[in-house]
């Protein structure tokens, strides 16, 4: 079983960057950060494989966010720039053993934390 906490979240204006981490209890393999906004659904953001050779990103934040890794701190990280109010959400990091990035079915999950960026 793999422990996920995720940290770095906070408040910041439009414009502004932010980095959240993901710390893992163990060796990961594909990791992705996924968020939610209130009253919407859960939805991908972007994920990378173990060797941080392959990234992909939600449309969404493509060029402004990215995903990397260092697997000897057992650490992910999502480094976002030129924040938007609507990239305000709960932002949650999860692992899965296969390279379906995308798919939902992650089989653990951070229990999140808060980005609000204030317009």
């Known amino acids: 079983q793999v422990q996920l906490v995720e940290s770095g979240g906070g408040l910041v204006h439009a414009g502004g960057s932010l980095r959240l981490s993901c710390a893992a209890s163990?060796?990961?393999?594909?990791m992705g950060w996924f968020r939610q906004a209130p009253g919407k659904e859960r939805e991908f953001v972007a994920a990378?494989?173990?060797?941080?050779?392959?990234?992909v990103y939600a449309d969404s934040v493509k060029g402004r966010f990215t995903i990397s890794r260092d697997n000897a701190k057992n650490t992910v990280y999502l480094q976002m720039i030129s924040l938007k109010s609507e990239d305000t959400a709960v932002y949650y990091c999860?692992?899965?053993?296969?390279?379906?990035?995308?798919?939902?079915?992650?089989?653990?999950w951070g229990r999140g934390t808060q980005v609000t960026v204030s317009s």
């Open positions: 990378i494989d173990w060797s941080g050779k392959s990234t």
């Open positions: 999860a692992h899965r053993n296969d390279w379906a990035p995308r798919n939902p079915s992650y089989d653990y």
């Open positions: 163990g060796r990961t393999y594909v």
